[in-house]
């Protein structure tokens, strides 16, 4: 069963919570992604019958090796695309965050891969080429009037 966009972004908090440690409490994750504890503890279970989690009442959550592996893999995802959103296009750091937030849910396996290896291109260049490319962050527009009718979307997310 693949995970959803809300578990994707469980898995990847337990992983930049834990750092070196060897878990997260539950009050800590439900602080940091803005939910109530009975929607975490909810979450969490899914997670744990899914092979992605354990976690013993009150106790600390831990990612298992296909937790980690899926986690890091999403934590990945998260960093190149606001990479690119940020150096590239030239979104502002909090601008890039929301949206990869919301864009790393989309990617294929794929388009990520091919995000990745855009990204170690554009850094592979020399100085002068690499500007080239980078040269559109500080040239493009703050703003959207280009399309107005878009809704805006999720403003502010989990990291906000």
Known sequence: MPLTAIQEDYLEMILRLSGDQSGVRTTDLAARLG???PTVTRTVRRMVEAGYAAHQSRG??????RGRGAAENIAH??????????????????Q??????????????????????????????????????????RRASAT???FPFLPTGKTIGWRG
Do not use: M, Y
Not at 60 to 65: A, E, F, G, N, S
Not at 77 to 94: A, C, K, Q, V
Not at 97 to 124: K, M, N
């Open 35 to 37: 939910c109530r504890l």
């Open 60 to 65: 600390l959550i831990r990612l298992t090796k």
């Open 77 to 94: 995802r998260h960093d190149d695309t606001l990479d690119f959103l940020s150096r590239i296009l030239g979104l502002s750091p909090e």
């Open 96 to 137: 890039a965050d929301v949206c990869a937030c919301q864009v790393e849910h989309g990617l294929s396996p794929l388009a990520a891969q091919r995000l990745h290896e855009f990204l170690e291109f554009v850094q592979s260049l020399d100085g002068r080429r690499r500007a080239v490319i980078t040269r559109f962050a």
């Open 144 to 146: 959207a009037d280009d």
